[in-house]
């Protein structure tokens, strides 16, 4: 219910965006990517190539293969995607002739996407929490830092506030639950509102995602030193 009455939702199923197949395809990937059972593991890699091959941003997500050093499924989905992306042309008229068509117009409306409303300096922060993602252990968490940056880089993130579904239903299912994850539902709730409390939802969700990050850096660093200082 909370998916159906969001505003992201709302205002992309309106539109007919194609941000809806691209975010359902990125959700088998999350849900199923670490599936024991190899089909499904395979069908999730597919699913992100879709993924990517509809909407490019997507591919930010394939490095969760990266920093889980599954390489070879990693080149996968790249190859799964431009397959995918350049089988699409073969259905028009012209074929492959579109493809340079396709980069021009791309590139025409590149400003428009630029780092969209958020300064230059939110982008690089967002990036380096981007980098960030391995010292932390909860997946919904890895998956948010993600959907983070994504919005970063319009001026206007209706559709790409459907990237916290995926988030918000990685967050509900998890086993453990503690006391500061009150305050993340608050957010997530906030973000996925059909009234307008998407820019405070926003930015406490940052402001606690950002708080925990220097904290686990914080015992990082403090541990390496213990270790350090015992090896002495």
């Not at 889980?68 to 259905?91: C, E, N, P, Q, T």
């Not at 010292?135 to 948010?144: A, H, Q, T």
């Not at 994504?150 to 086993?175: A, D, E, M, W």
Request: one cysteine or more; glycine letters at 4%; proline letters at 3%.
């Amino acid at each position: 219910l909370l998916m159906v009455f969001s505003l992201p939702f709302i205002y992309s199923f309106e539109r007919g965006n194609t941000v809806l197949l691209s975010v359902f395809a990125v959700s088998i990937f999350l849900f199923n990517y670490e599936n024991e059972n190899k089909i499904k593991k395979e069908f999730s890699l597919i699913s992100l190539a879709f993924a990517c091959a509809l909407k490019f941003i997507p591919l930010l997500f394939a490095p969760l293969l990266l920093f889980k050093k599954r390489f070879k499924d990693f080149f996968k989905v790249i190859l799964y995607a431009i397959i995918l992306f350049l089988s699409a042309f073969l259905l028009l008229k012209g074929g492959l002739n579109n493809v340079s068509l396709f980069f021009k117009n791309a590139f025409i409306n590149y400003n428009y996407y630029e780092y969209g409303n958020q300064p230059v300096k939110i982008y690089v922060f967002l990036t380096i929490l981007y980098l960030l993602i391995p010292l932390i252990k909860e997946e919904w968490k890895k998956v948010s830092i993600i959907a983070l940056l994504i919005l970063s880089f319009n001026h206007f993130c209706g559709y790409r506030l459907l990237y916290f579904l995926p988030v918000t239903v990685l967050f509900v299912n998890k086993q453990e639950f503690k006391k500061s994850d009150i305050l993340y539902a608050i957010s997530l709730v906030c973000i996925l509102s059909p009234l307008n409390l998407t820019n405070y939802g926003f930015k406490l969700f940052g402001l606690l995602i950002s708080f925990e990050l220097i904290f686990i850096i914080y015992n990082h660093i403090k541990q390496n030193i213990l270790k350090n200082h015992k090896a002495l």
